[in-house]
């Protein structure tokens, strides 16, 4: 069975820096792509950061793209995927999910086909 449990988030300052983290446990696949979705109230929810789990190939959205930086590490059978975000705007404001396939990433953001998903995080910037 696959968890995804995900931590981190909250209220930061307009300019700060924030830190999301899951940990994936019982992800046996050969090949998997792990991703960073955010979901603004009225909104749908939409990819912004995305990594293959073997090559580590890296897409962000054109929203994010040098602000935002995603990771993945691996230690005791279980996945840590990371999204650190500097420079936050108020336009980050949103919940924050990750989410996990098998099979490799596309070469851009693609958002069906994630089973697995972390709970969901509240990210608000203020001034």
């Known amino acids: 069975v696959v968890r995804v449990a995900q931590s981190g988030g909250g209220s930061v300052q307009l300019g700060g820096s924030m830190r999301l983290s899951c940990a994936v446990s019982?992800?046996?696949?050969?090949?998997?792509?792990m991703a960073w979705f955010r979901q603004a109230p009225g909104d749908q929810r939409e990819p912004i950061a995305q990594?293959?789990?073997?090559?580590?190939?890296?897409?962000?959205a054109d929203s994010v793209r040098g602000r935002f930086t995603i990771s993945r590490d691996s230690a005791d059978n279980t996945i840590g995927l990371h999204l650190q975000m500097d420079a936050l705007k108020h336009d980050d404001t949103a919940m924050y999910y990750c989410?996990?396939?098998?099979?490799?990433?596309?070469?851009?953001?693609?958002?069906?086909?994630?089973?697995?998903w972390g709970q969901g995080t509240q990210v608000t910037v203020s001034s």
């Open positions: 019982g992800f046996d696949y050969d090949t998997g792509c």
């Open positions: 989410a996990v396939r098998n099979g490799n990433c596309y070469a851009e953001l693609y958002a069906p086909g994630f089973a697995y």
């Open positions: 990594i293959d789990w073997r090559s580590s190939f890296r897409v962000y």
